[in-house]
């Protein structure tokens, strides 16, 4: 008949075997991850120039990039770009699929997206054709909001 003591000692190899494995396997994970970061930092003007092909000249775009650095949900994103949410899809197409620059991560009912390591590795906002895209679509909505709050305090100018 096996001991107590036996089955402990043959417990403590068998969690220690897995966390061996664990280390091992983020070790890895890492590893893998570096290599991928140093190819697409060698692949960057090409990236940059896929970026530029999906973005073209479309301030909404633009912004997508921007506001999916942090996940969001479809419904806020479409908020806070002031689009109609049957509008999304469309927007955010050019960046999905095989492209990569934007994951879809579905929770139940509701899609959250997330735009990929990648746009940050190749610095999309400190490139000058996208962050002045972003500007100016910050700026409009800006405006749009500061008349909106006009209009209803009753401030709005009529000429």
Do not use: C, W
Not at 79 to 100: H, Q, S, V, W
Request: aromatic fraction near 6%; glycine fraction near 4%.
């Amino acid at each position: 008949m096996v001991g107590e003591d036996d089955m402990e000692m043959d417990s403590n190899k068998v969690y220690n075997k897995l966390e061996e494995m664990d280390n091992k396997l983020e070790r890895i994970k890492s590893d893998t991850h570096n290599l991928n970061r140093l190819a697409s930092l060698s692949n960057a003007p090409l990236i940059v120039q896929e970026l530029k092909r999906a973005i073209g000249r479309s301030e909404v775009r633009a912004e997508i990039l921007h506001l999916t650095k942090n996940l969001i949900n479809a419904t806020d994103l479409s908020t806070r770009l002031n689009i109609d949410p049957r509008n999304l899809a469309a927007y955010i197409e050019p960046f999905m699929g095989n492209k990569g620059f934007i994951t879809l991560e579905k929770k139940g009912r509701e899609r959250y997206y997330q735009r990929s390591e990648l746009v940050d590795l190749v610095g999309f906002e400190s490139i000058p054709e996208f962050s002045e895209l972003i500007r100016a679509f910050e700026s409009k909505r800006q405006q749009a909001a500061s008349v909106n709050a006009n209009v209803t305090t009753g401030d709005a100018n009529v000429s």
